[in-house]
């Protein structure tokens, strides 16, 4: 009792809210399938996709930065690597030491060597290291002459500051950052970048003190924290944490202030940080890149894709309400017309609807009303029983034309056959002809007698047989047929003209088209418990878009178009053998084409003998 009483509570409200449904007006319907069913979808993809392309994009974002600063890294480590290299090329130089720590008589002595050996002997690096500004060997030797690439070591190199810091330094090649007199003034400072060695390779050659400077291009590295500049604001920071170049302040030329101490302040503290090691090398352990994110980039990444999204949304919204607008129009119009005219009829008006009905239902609607109406007033005006007459009297006239079509008999292919036999005998003088009008007569005998429609297939062979003498007789030289039979195959009955169409078109289709000699090959044979029969020609062949219509015209109930001969072949076939019989045709433009079937023998076998 309380399971039925639940049941009836359900139903009652599933009626209710049946009924509140059906109260509410289209064009309120319609508004109500608009907003939930689309502006709503909209608004909450719109939420959805914004978010997740934000985190597309912060993420995007992130992975530039990362891949940004460790391009400029990279690119910094390569310059530094690369004088490094230089570096402990010339340390090695066993000819460089020689002349080095060679102790010279006078200047004289010194310049000959300098012209012999050492005037290309240091600048010839630079050209295919272009990071490198300058070469410089620095010797406690008295006996060489300062000047260009070779310095002597005196108490001015001693104060300077690349000279302190590799004091200080405990590795075996530093890399210093300093601020040194310009080469070309006493009085304006400019910044270094050097990589600083101790030329000791050779124990024999340790009479003086010999180091090696290679000043880096600032430019270059410069170059590289600019070209980041889109990204992320760089610092190159050595082992002191002392900036040594930014993007903001350059390297500083022209002052002799200490390098400012990096700190981050407190609006770069709201932003995102990436610090990077310059490299792993104890040359460089300490040196650092650090990049400070601009947010006005990912700030300008993200109003970049809300107004895409917006834009999209906006012209979804736009063509939706358009298109709901004009679909509900178009539904509203007709059925208030519809509504209208039925009222008409209630009052016994039976107005036709004067509008485009369409073809949708409401269309069907309309256009069964204007039936129906027609009917009506058809009936009231007392005219019903004219038509049942009229009616019958056409049922008549089809049943007439349909006996006399099947009466008819197309006299096409005697005709032809005729004509040919006329032509060929009145151009030659023949007067013997006896075989082909035989053929013909027996043909046509044939074909006006239809008392069995099973025969053997020995009996369909020799008709066949007939048909071919007379396409030979009518195309002579251009034509000829053959016969590939098994004879333990001619006992078995087939239904009668199945093979003759198939024939036909082959000789119609296959072979007029072409220049050369036309070959029909009519084959029938047993095999896998299957009697299978084929009808080849070599003809023009046919595309497969056209093989594919005529397959598909073969398999369908129209028995009109140009295909009615090889349709009536497979329609008998299938209602003789339902799907058990196997029916294709295979064809290529230029290489003919063949039909084929096959028919279980289990289904022939009471057929035999």
Known sequence: MDRWGSDEMMSTRKFKLRKIVNDIPLNYKFLLIFIVGVLLPVI?????????????IKAREEQNLDISIERARKDIHDFIDGGVAVSHALSSDKMLYEILDRKYASQIDFYDAFDEQLRNRVTSYIPV???????????????????GNYH????????????????????????????????SSSVFTAPYLSVIERMDYFDNYDHYQKLLRIDIDLNKIYDVIVREKDYLDLY????????????????????????PVFKLSAEDKEQDVHSVNIGTAKYV???????????????????EMRLYVGIVAAGITLFTTGFIFIMLRSYNYRVKRLARH????????????QIDEGRDEIGGLIRNFNKMTGRIKFLINNVYKLEIQQKNLEMERVRAELNFLQSQMNPHFLFNTLNAILVVCTKNHYTDVTDIVKSLSKLLRRLLSWKEDIVTLEEEMVFIDMYLKIEKFRFRDKFEYRFDIDPDALQYKIPKMSIQPLVENACKHGLQAIDGQGIVTVSAYVADERLR???????????LERLKEIKKAVQTEDESGANIGIRNVYRRLELYYHDQVRFDIVSSPQQGTTVFFEIPIKFLSGMAG
């Not at 909450?44 to 597309?56: C, E, K, M, P, Q």
């Open 285 to 303: 352990k300490g040196w650092r890149l650090i990049g400070i994110t601009k947010g006005v980039r990912i700030t300008n990444a993200m109003n």
């Open 152 to 183: 002597v070591i005196d108490d001015e190199v001693r104060a300077s500051d690349w000279y302190k810091l590799w004091k200080d330094s405990q590795n075996p090649v530093f890399v210093a950052a300093y601020r040194a007199n310009q080469a």
């Open 44 to 56: 909450v993809i719109n939420l959805v996709v914004t978010d997740r392309l934000s985190d597309l």
């Open 533 to 543: 029969i084929v009808i080849a020609d070599n003809g023009k062949g046919m595309e």
């Open 129 to 147: 290291n272009n990071q490198i500004e300058r070469i410089s060997i620095f010797t406690d030797n008295p006996t060489i002459v300062d000047g």
């Open 236 to 259: 190159l920071v050595n082992e002191r944490d002392q900036i040594i170049m930014s993007a903001q302040s350059g390297y500083q030329t022209g002052t002799t202030d200490a390098y």
């Open 342 to 353: 039925m009222q008409k009829v209630t009052n016994e008006k039976f107005d036709l609807i």
